[in-house]
């Protein structure tokens, strides 16, 4: 699937948002422990339907609907707007 700024791809434990590129590689370093990245097991995605999505999302996020797919994303695309915005209302 296709992915772009904006647009919501996991769900993170704390409150806050937590912005990531998920098409960037894992950088692998030379110190690691054995057998950590083998064991790494990602959890299957979870389909929401159209009524689960719009009680699940928060006020500064959209549901993104199209013929083939039910997507979550921000209501402002951009890190930098999102970014600006914050600062905006809590100055």
């Known amino acids: 699937m296709e992915c772009y700024e904006g647009m919501i791809v996991g769900e993170h434990c704390l409150d806050r948002d937590l ?3 998920i ?3 894992k950088a692998f370093t030379n110190i690691r422990a054995p057998g950590r990245d ?3 097991e990602i959890a299957p995605s979870t389909k929401l339907s159209l009524e ?3 009680e699940y999302i928060n006020p ?3 549901v993104e609907v199209t013929p083939k797919h039910i997507r979550l994303r921000k209501r402002l695309m951009s890190e930098y707007e999102r970014r600006c915005v914050r600062r905006q209302t809590t100055s």
């Open 19 to 21: 912005v990531v590129n």
């Open 23 to 25: 098409q960037k590689v």
């Open 38 to 40: 083998r064991n790494l």
């Open 52 to 54: 689960d999505s719009i």
């Open 60 to 62: 500064d996020e959209l």
